[in-house]
């Protein structure tokens, strides 16, 4: 919902004669969401006289199933539009044609099974969401008239396969979220033109391996989420092209191993997340001094050994919980002196005497809410 609260208290929500009775507008304003609408009057061509001047509508949580390939002819000033939450199936391809200035669009939980080229026109869209739809796949070229879009979002799905080429005009694309879908494997097609991708999740697929040199040359990478898919090993040059990274989460494939060379590239790796990996062992990293936050929880380490966290000089948090660690070597965590708090809820040590007696008070086995 636009916010409108602000408005409301100084006034500016105007009574226009032509505003729908369940929405609210101003002059550069109209927001209809979850306001039970199943259609948009055209009647007396009321939405197109207060249409002319709006930046901003929202007509997200409603009924609508269909919109008339006319509906927006007269809103050429808008820059933001929010269509999430209907029962939208089909769109005309020229529905948003007259829409030059859009910015943003958002058509995410809606019914779409299939994507016209409906984007012809919208030269300065920068976000598009399109989550929580019935898309299998999307055609290549259809995105090819949104060059400047730095945010796509893709999750919840139904796609298991990307064309060749379909990215090819998106250069200026930062973010590119594909989690909760059915892919199994990663192309390097994906990849071959997003040079200045900062923020890739695919996690919630079925993803069974990387390929090699995958990530080689991704330089502009900070965020990489692959957590919960089927990952039994990691190729050996992962991830040591993604010199920018500050957020990897692996959780919830079961890796078994983690080497201890495999992040000595990624040195401004700030956030790693290794929960549900099969770690038998604690996992030793080097090159790792500015990371902030490890988890590694639900595991089944047994032993935490004192040079545990020797090369992660700048770690604050360490999340061990539900692991099956009974001994903690001496002076596992009293060298670092960042750390403040590590996290042991579920382990056994919990309940022995070297945890009531142990000198380092940052322990946490406190139930987690």
Request: charged fraction near 15%; proline fraction near 5%.
């Amino acid at each position: 919902m636009i916010p409108v609260l602000f408005l409301l208290l100084f006034g500016y929500v105007l009574s226009l004669p032509d505003c729908p009775q369940t929405c609210l507008c101003t002059p550069s304003l109209m927001d209809c969401s979850h306001a039970s609408l199943y259609e948009l009057s055209l009647q007396n061509d009321s939405f197109d006289n207060i249409s002319k001047s709006i930046l901003s509508l929202d007509l997200s949580g409603n009924n609508f199933t269909d919109l008339p390939s006319d509906l927006f002819r007269n809103t050429k000033k808008l820059v933001w539009l929010n269509l999430a939450e209907n029962r939208l199936s089909l769109l005309d391809s020229t529905i948003f044609s007259s829409l030059e200035k859009l910015t943003y669009l958002d058509l995410s939980n809606n019914r779409l099974k299939m994507l016209a080229p409906m984007f012809v026109g919208l030269s300065h869209l920068d976000t598009l969401m399109l989550a929580g739809n019935h898309l299998p796949t999307i055609p290549r070229g259809v995105f090819d008239p949104i060059p400047n879009l730095k945010i796509l979002v893709l999750s919840h799905n139904e796609i298991s396969h990307l064309p060749e080429g379909l990215f090819d005009n998106l250069k200026s694309l930062n973010d590119l979220l594909l989690d909760y879908n059915n892919f199994t494997e990663i192309s390097h097609a994906i990849f071959s033109t997003l040079h200045n991708l900062e923020h890739f999740s695919v996690s919630k697929n079925r993803i069974q391996n990387i390929p090699p040199l995958l990530f080689a040359g991704r330089f502009t990478l900070r965020k990489l989420d692959l957590s919960s898919n089927f990952l039994s090993e990691l190729p050996s040059d992962f991830p040591s092209g993604l010199g920018q990274l500050e957020v990897l989460n692996l959780s919830a494939n079961c890796i078994g191993n983690v080497p201890k060379n495999l992040f000595i590239n990624n040195t401004k790796l700030e956030f790693l997340h290794l929960d549900k990996t099969c770690l038998q062992t604690p996992p030793i990293f080097s090159g790792l001094q500015n990371l902030i936050e490890l988890t590694v929880c639900c595991n089944g380490i047994k032993i935490l050994p004192k040079t545990f966290t020797d090369n992660m000089a700048n770690l604050e948090l360490l999340d061990l919980s539900m692991n099956n660690i009974s001994e903690i070597e001496d002076d596992a965590f009293t060298m670092n002196h960042n750390i403040t708090k590590v996290i042991l809820t579920g382990n056994p040590v919990c309940a022995t005497e070297q945890f009531m007696h142990y000198s380092f008070k940052g322990l946490d086995c406190s139930s987690k809410n």
